[in-house]
């Protein structure tokens, strides 16, 4: 508002007129402005008005609208999830039921009728299931991961899974990315605990880009600095986007440097990182360094701590760490298993009544590997694990036995084999298999507990500790060496609870006995996986005439239930390949149902029984998932009542900016109003009045 | 002492008595003219004739009619409006560029930024929903739009400035000449007289306000009366020399700018004051400030936005696409490098590489190859479609594919054509070659006056790439999308997109904020100055009705002095009969 000072002087006629326009003119102005308040009920129209205010009005109106769409997206979520909750709760009724007719059928007391009649209650039940598992919601299939189409499938072999353990997601903050889809594989169970594969610490070279570095968190970009031998250089790798481009980097900035001739970087002789060597003859320290707090050198592998290292001769090397390569589809295979490469020899696959054998001769990269097994059509899926360091191929076909074994490369005697699915970890038997899978989830009983302290002696197998030991073992193991081992030697496994620990026990047992003289060379006896994918495989490596055998003592039925028990075949007299005792099935409620019906369908008791445990379990697992389901839901609604929450206040904040107060508007218009009139009232007098009138 | 010497002195009286209620009338008419100075009768006594010890004096002489005015005061408030009219000029324009922006209203480009990015939060919670992508592809149109509405507005405004000063300079010259006419009339009136030519003064100072309102003048006054007027340091009116201005134009920001400039010397006219000051300062100073923001806003979308859309996957995959953007048609076929200016994209690549994923549909497999581009800034880096080395772009994807589908068209616009059976996607850009050509990308343009959607998404929104790893229910991509607006670029100065954007609100608040404050400053002083000149030029009808009875009483009483020296010389003759 312009202020008119009253002049000291004189009056003018022109000077009061101009008064008068001005303010009636800011009178008006002011209570036009106001009005427009008091009918919008804002004060804030232009970021003139108040630039800051506006650009506080702006940030929190986006943060008003982002807090109103995270509450959308949850009142999405929480739909969903309660839908699948729904499901959850068909699965578990089902399963409930289930396990009363198998805990009333694994008595043998039930007629053939009443059999058959829970037969018929399985068999719905499982069309049911399936039906419930291809629920949707918004014509998106609950429990089918990221994939679109039926999730579950009535196969020849049993129902195939064709979703993916990966989660639908969404925002329910600016860093928060949570899952709202359950996983099928955690809940329903959809695949096996087989096939899950091990670590292949690929290794690198030139073209590995960086952001397959660090487990395939990539790379801080950023710069590094190098000092050696008194000077110093600063790197830019912001542009590298290769192990080459680091290479080349860093020895061009090197070279271009006082250093010249003096250092060089290359990849390290272990091939997983990068190595920087020493190109003087004398003693010198290296420091490698991040600038700038970016973690470029501690990401690359190549910072030393801060005093440096010492390359104290031309040709020392400073090797950096693994860079920790994740396997990604364009790996090269030859890079896998600490870049030896993968045997391409390749795997055998059986699943139920398929089978496949793929070589994998002529591939070159991860994808080709996978794409080869998930076109078999064998019921599997492949892929890289979520640890990205490995290759997982589960069976996903419920109510189906599978295998994934070696390709024999020659028939022997003795067989030779491929090691590719050894090397992937994929071997549907292997050193991570529990015992509780075993023949067909009834697990493996043993006898006494175990003597854990003292050895066996081939000398005096009668004393106190030899017998102590006998009596508490499963099984005895002839060695063909009988000079040495003249006595079997007893194996303790109870307690042992996966394929490991008995491959532990019996090489423990055997290569600690006493042996009669001096014995021949270590180790007498060794326990892997078989190629066969199918059990355990020993070797005797003691070299002698004897018959190398297996058997059960002490009425302990482990060495049977797991496979062991047997005698070398005369062709091939050193190696024993165990029976077949664990299936690779799916573990879940569907497998178990159809395992359930199975066993309905042959009457076996024993097999309800087991199927029934493997029930228990499935229904643990349901729970499990109905906590982690309940979890989410009651975490979305502590974030539904923040969110709530922080609206409020920035709407509050927001409406202190931007909206009028109502009260002082009103207050301020009257008391324009009257300023109004009182201006003109007073123009009116002062123009009127003149001395002419009184001429 | 002569008998009839009463007469003459009653006579001079009653001249000046009917001068002086002209004066007041002529006041009077003028009363409601502010420009007008008022007048006063200036009289003086005549001194008596001869050497009469005794001498009452010979009546009254008019000296002239003066003008009451302080021109030192007149011509600071003359400076005072000037100064207020270029402040209330670019007020005024800032204040029409914010109703264009409506930024605070929910028609305003963060209104809708902020619906978009509801939207991509939308399609997370349901990637395969049409519906929901089709929002997401609407809600972009409208970001788009309003970007290219409000690049199209301040070009407008600019214009009509542009309209304007083409508009005033017959205007000014006009009044130039006028004064200069002006100044030889004042100078021929007042020539060997005391009186000044007051109302030629008038009607000068009138065209002097005139030309004020428009440009910055400074006015010297000659001692014979005459004015000359500079603009800065360049004359406009000298000695009766007019100089003039007329229209120079130039290019700024893509737009022919108009600017007023002397006609002889081509300076341009100083901006300091006048409307067209003003408007100039406007035009060249604030909204190219406003367009450099939103040039900046639409690159981020064009680039940054597009680098992270281009790593992602549509539901359905390309079995053909053409770039949106094209390298200059005179680096096709040779080893230019991609991030060299000779190629002429705007977003240019740099170092680094990506991935094409060949899917076979009769197998359902997919095979992902890397294609490479070696740039470090050097002229060996790699090319479009050169022979190499490096291998360039089209024959690494050509290898890719193992036959012959990477082409590009004379206007330097890329092709990938699968052959039959093959579908193909792009991920893992580390290059920003997907973004920086216009494959794979949702925004398409190159500025705030061209950018759109590309048609193709637009056409099919299933194309929009929401999912990273391809699945269908995959929105990791559309998630990242969605929370744009709480990432930092480099462009932004590491602030997050949000914050840049109503930051530039706040620019534009301070440049409208600043223009109404100076404003209301200038326009204090001028209503301060103007008062002060109104209280000396002004006419005050009272002082005139009092002046009028004065110089009625005045007459009246000349003329009874004429009847009484009359009676006196009637007894006079009287005796004489």
């Given at each position: 508002m312009t202020f008119i000072p009253s002049s000291g002087g004189r009056v003018s006629f022109p000077l009061q007129q101009a008064m008068n326009l001005d303010n009636l003119r800011v009178s008006q102005n002011t209570l036009s402005q106001l009005s427009v308040q008091m009918q919008t009920g804002l004060q804030l129209f232009r970021p003139g008005q108040d630039p800051s205010g506006a650009y506080r009005s702006l940030t929190l109106v986006s943060a008003i609208s982002a807090n109103t769409q995270y509450l959308k997206n949850i009142s999405a979520t929480n739909t969903v999830l309660a839908q699948t909750d729904n499901a959850f709760v068909s699965f578990g009724d089902s399963v409930s039921q289930a396990l009363e007719i198998g805990l009333r059928n694994s008595q043998n007391t039930l007629s053939d009728e009443e059999r058959s009649a829970d037969l018929a209650v399985i068999n719905s039940m499982i069309n049911d299931l399936l039906s419930e598992g291809n629920s949707s919601y918004l014509d998106r299939y609950l429990f089918s991961g990221q994939k679109s189409g039926q999730p579950f499938v009535q196969d020849i072999d049993g129902i195939l899974y064709t979703g993916d353990n990966q989660q639908l997601t969404t925002l329910q903050s600016s860093t928060s990315l949570v899952p709202f889809s359950m996983k099928a594989s955690d809940s329903i169970g959809t695949e096996s605990a087989s096939g899950h594969g091990d670590d292949l610490s690929p290794d690198i070279d030139l073209n590995t880009r960086l952001a397959q570095f660090n487990g395939g968190t990539g790379v801080e970009k950023g710069s590094v600095a190098i000092s050696f031998n008194g000077n110093s250089v600063v790197v830019d790798l912001s542009t590298a986007d290769d192990a080459g481009d680091v290479r080349s980097l860093i020895n061009s900035a090197i070279n271009a440097s006082a250093m010249s001739g003096e250092l060089a970087v290359n990849l390290n002789a272990s091939g997983d990182g990068f190595e920087f060597v020493s190109g003087i003859a004398t003693s010198?320290?290296?420091?490698?360094?991040?600038?700038?707090?970016?973690?470029?050198?501690?990401?690359?592998?190549?910072?030393?701590?801060?005093?440096?290292?010492?390359?104290?001769?031309?040709?020392?090397?400073?090797?950096?760490?693994?860079?920790?390569?994740?396997?990604?589809?364009?790996?090269?295979?030859?890079?896998?298993?600490?870049?030896?490469?993968?045997?391409?020899?390749?795997?055998?696959?059986?699943?139920?009544?398929?089978?496949?054998?793929?070589?994998?001769?002529?591939?070159?990269?991860?994808?080709?590997?996978?794409?080869?097994?998930?076109?078999?059509?064998?019921?599997?899926?492949?892929?890289?694990?979520?640890?990205?360091?490995?290759?997982?191929?589960?069976?996903?076909?419920?109510?189906?036995?599978?295998?994934?074994?070696?390709?024999?490369?020659?028939?022997?005697?003795?067989?030779?084999?491929?090691?590719?699915?050894?090397?992937?970890?994929?071997?549907?038997?292997?050193?991570?298999?529990?015992?509780?899978?075993?023949?067909?989830?009834?697990?493996?009983?043993?006898?006494?507990?175990?003597?854990?302290?003292?050895?066996?002696?081939?000398?005096?197998?009668?004393?106190?500790?030899?017998?102590?030991?006998?009596?508490?073992?499963?099984?005895?193991?002839?060695?063909?060496?009988?000079?040495?081992?003249?006595?079997?030697?007893?194996?303790?496994?109870?307690?042992?609870?996966?394929?490991?620990?008995?491959?532990?026990?019996?090489?423990?047992?055997?290569?600690?006995?006493?042996?009669?003289?001096?014995?021949?060379?270590q180790p007498w006896i060794t326990v892997s996986p078989s190629p066969t994918g199918q059990g355990f495989l020993l070797e005797d490596n003691t070299g002698g005439a004897g018959t190398f055998s297996v058997y059960e003592i002490n009425s302990s039925p482990a060495g049977g239930q797991l496979g062991l028990t047997g005698t070398a075949a005369a062709g091939d007299p050193t190696h024993i390949y165990g029976a077949d005792r664990h299936q690779g099935r799916v573990v879940g409620v569907l497998d178990s149902l159809l395992r359930l019906r199975e066993a309905l369908m042959e009457g076996d008791p024993f097999a309800v029984e087991r199927a029934t445990n493997l029930l228990t379990g499935d229904q643990d697992q349901l729970t499990e998932a109905r906590g982690v389901l309940g979890a989410r839901l009651s975490v979305l609604q502590l974030t539904s009542d923040r969110l709530t929450d922080d609206n409020l206040t920035l709407t509050d904040t927001n409406a202190n900016i931007v909206e009028a107060d109502f009260v002082e508007v009103v207050s301020k218009f009257q008391t324009q109003q009257v300023a109004l009139q009182a201006a003109l009232q007073s123009a009116g007098m002062i123009m009127q009045t003149s001395l002419f009138d009184f001429l | 002492m002569s008998s009839f010497g009463g007469l003459s002195i009653s006579f001079s009286a009653l001249s000046a008595a009917q001068l002086g209620m002209e004066v007041v009338g002529n006041n009077i008419a003028n009363v409601s003219n502010p420009s007008y100075s008022r007048q006063t009768l200036e009289l003086q006594p005549i001194r008596a004739a001869g050497t009469v010890t005794v001498n009452p004096g010979a009546g009254v002489l008019t000296k002239g009619i003066a003008r009451k005015i302080d021109t030192f005061l007149a011509s600071r408030a003359r400076e005072a409006t000037s100064q207020y009219q270029a402040a209330s000029a670019r007020s005024e324009i800032m204040t029409r560029v914010e109703g264009l922006y409506n930024e605070l209203g929910d028609t305003g480009l963060s209104s809708s930024m902020d619906t978009f990015f509801s939207s991509l939060q939308d399609l997370t919670t349901n990637p395969e929903d049409t519906a929901l992508r089709n929002l997401v592809v609407q809600q972009a149109q409208t970001v788009a739009n309003i970007i290219q509405d409000r690049r199209t507005a301040l070009d407008d405004v600019r214009k009509d400035i542009n309209a304007e000063m083409r508009g005033s300079v017959d205007s000014i010259n006009n009044s130039l000449v006028k004064i200069r006419d002006l100044n030889k009339q004042i100078v021929s009136q007042e020539a060997g007289t005391d009186s000044e030519a007051s109302s030629l003064r008038n009607l000068r100072d009138q065209e002097l306000a005139s030309l004020a309102d428009k440009i910055d003048i400074t006015v010297y006054e000659d001692l014979d009366g005459s004015v000359n007027i500079y603009?800065?340091?360049?004359?406009?009116?000298?000695?009766?020399?007019?100089?003039?201005?007329?229209?120079?134009?130039?290019?700024?920001?893509?737009?022919?700018?108009?600017?007023?400039?002397?006609?002889?010397?081509?300076?341009?006219?100083?901006?300091?004051?006048?409307?067209?000051?003003?408007?100039?300062?406007?035009?060249?100073?604030?909204?190219?400030?406003?367009?450099?923001?939103?040039?900046?806003?639409?690159?981020?979308?064009?680039?940054?936005?597009?680098?992270?859309?281009?790593?992602?996957?549509?539901?359905?995959?390309?079995?053909?696409?053409?770039?949106?953007?094209?390298?200059?048609?005179?680096?096709?076929?040779?080893?230019?490098?991609?991030?060299?200016?000779?190629?002429?994209?705007?977003?240019?690549?740099?170092?680094?590489?990506?991935?094409?994923?060949?899917?076979?549909?009769?197998?359902?497999?997919?095979?992902?190859?890397?294609?490479?581009?070696?740039?470090?800034?050097?002229?060996?880096?790699?090319?479009?479609?050169?022979?190499?080395?490096?291998?360039?772009?089209?024959?690494?994807?050509?290898?890719a594919f193992g036959s012959t589908v990477a082409s590009v068209d004379g206007r330097g616009r890329l092709t990938i054509a699968a052959p039959d059976g093959v579908e193909f996607n792009f991920a893992n850009d580390t290059s920003g070659f997907l973004a920086g050509m216009g494959i794979n990308t949702f925004f398409s343009g190159e500025s705030a006056g061209t950018i759109g959607i590309n048609s193709a998404v637009a056409d099919n929104p299933s194309l929009f790439a929401a999912s990273l790893n391809g699945n269908p229910g995959d929105a990791s991509n559309a998630a990242t999308l969605a929370n744009f607006q709480n990432l930092t670029f480099a462009s932004t100065g590491r602030v997050t997109f949000g914050a840049f954007y109503a930051g530039t609100t706040e620019k534009l608040g301070s440049l409208s904020a600043a223009a109404s404050a100076q404003a209301t400053v200038y326009e204090a002083s001028k209503t301060s100055l103007n008062s002060e000149s109104l209280s000396i030029t002004g006419v005050n009808l009272d002082e005139e009705a009092i002046k009028l009875i004065e110089y009625q009483k005045a007459f009246q009483a000349a003329s009874r002095h004429i009847s009484v020296v009359n009676d006196m010389l009637d007894e006079i003759l009287n005796l004489v009969q």
């Open positions: 010198a320290s290296l420091q490698i360094a991040n600038i700038g707090g970016v973690n470029t050198a501690a990401d690359l592998g190549i910072a030393t701590s801060t005093t440096g290292y010492t390359l104290n001769t031309a040709g020392d090397v400073f090797s950096g760490r693994s860079v920790d390569a994740a396997v990604t589809p364009t790996t090269p295979l030859s890079l896998l298993v600490s870049g030896s490469g993968l045997d391409t020899t390749g795997i055998q696959i059986t699943n139920g009544s398929r089978s496949a054998t793929l070589s994998f001769a002529g591939m070159t990269t991860v994808e080709e590997l996978l794409n080869a097994v998930n076109a078999s059509g064998t019921g599997v899926r492949a892929e890289i694990n979520s640890e990205k360091n490995g290759i997982n191929i589960v069976n996903v076909l419920s109510g189906s036995s599978y295998v994934v074994s070696e390709i024999q490369t020659a028939a022997g005697p003795p067989p030779t084999y491929g090691t590719t699915a050894g090397q992937l970890g994929v071997l549907t038997t292997d050193g991570s298999t529990k015992l509780s899978d075993f023949n067909g989830g009834g697990g493996v009983e043993f006898g006494d507990d175990r003597v854990t302290t003292g050895a066996f002696d081939q000398n005096n197998p009668t004393n106190a500790t030899s017998q102590a030991i006998w009596d508490s073992s499963d099984i005895a193991i002839t060695l063909s060496d009988s000079a040495s081992f003249p006595n079997p030697i007893p194996v303790d496994l109870s307690g042992a609870t996966t394929f490991a620990d008995v491959q532990q026990r019996i090489q423990e047992a055997v290569n600690n006995t006493i042996p009669v003289g001096a014995g021949p060379a | 603009s800065g340091n360049d004359y406009l009116l000298s000695r009766g020399s007019v100089q003039g201005v007329e229209i120079e134009e130039s290019i700024q920001d893509g737009l022919v700018i108009q600017n007023l400039v002397f006609s002889n010397s081509k300076a341009s006219i100083p901006t300091t004051g006048g409307r067209l000051g003003g408007l100039a300062a406007a035009r060249d100073q604030d909204i190219p400030k406003l367009i450099a923001d939103l040039e900046q806003t639409a690159d981020i979308f064009i680039n940054e936005f597009n680098k992270i859309y281009s790593q992602g996957q549509g539901l359905e995959s390309f079995t053909s696409v053409t770039s949106t953007n094209r390298v200059l048609p005179n680096s096709l076929g040779t080893n230019t490098p991609l991030d060299s200016a000779s190629a002429g994209l705007a977003f240019p690549p740099q170092n680094g590489s990506f991935e094409i994923q060949l899917t076979d549909l009769g197998t359902g497999q997919t095979t992902t190859a890397v294609i490479q581009l070696q740039l470090d800034g050097s002229t060996t880096g790699t090319s479009l479609d050169g022979a190499g080395p490096p291998t360039s772009i089209v024959d690494q994807i050509n290898t």
